[in-house]
């Protein structure tokens, strides 16, 4: 059984910092694109950002470019989102989500905002 395991999220403040981890479990991907999505109270969930599966293609939502960084560690079947200057905005439930196939994985989720696999989520809170 395929397992996303998100960690990392929690209260803080604005202008702070927040790093997130999710780690995948269950089976052994290739070459599989993998993202993070957020869905804040009341609305719609939303990509945030997607990595392929050797880094070379990264992608990240308008709102958080300069903020926020997708990153990947394939031997540790990890992917990480570094958040930086967070604000009250970003607060929402973030979920990790997994891709599969080499060629169009990377484009579902990007274009499509589709994925195969989701963790179960982590709260990110950004308040006063």
């Known amino acids: 059984q395929v397992q996303l395991v998100e960690s990392g999220g929690g209260l803080v403040q604005p202008g702070g910092s927040l790093r997130l981890s999710c780690t995948t479990s269950g089976r052994t991907f290739s070459r599989h694109t993998m993202g993070w999505f957020r869905q804040a109270s009341g609305k719609e969930r939303e990509l945030v950002a997607a990595i392929s599966w050797s880094a070379d293609m990264t992608w990240h939502k308008d709102s958080v470019k300069g903020r926020f960084t997708i990153s990947r560690d394939n031997a540790k079947n990890t992917v990480y989102l570094q958040m930086n200057s967070l604000k009250p905005e970003d607060t929402a439930v973030y979920y990790c989500?997994?891709?599969?196939?080499?060629?169009?994985?990377?484009?579902?989720?990007?274009?499509?905002?589709?994925?195969?696999?989701w963790g179960q989520g982590t709260q990110v809170t950004v308040s006063s």
């Open positions: 989500a997994v891709a599969e196939g080499y060629y169009d994985s990377y484009v579902r989720m990007t274009q499509s905002r589709t994925a195969d696999y």
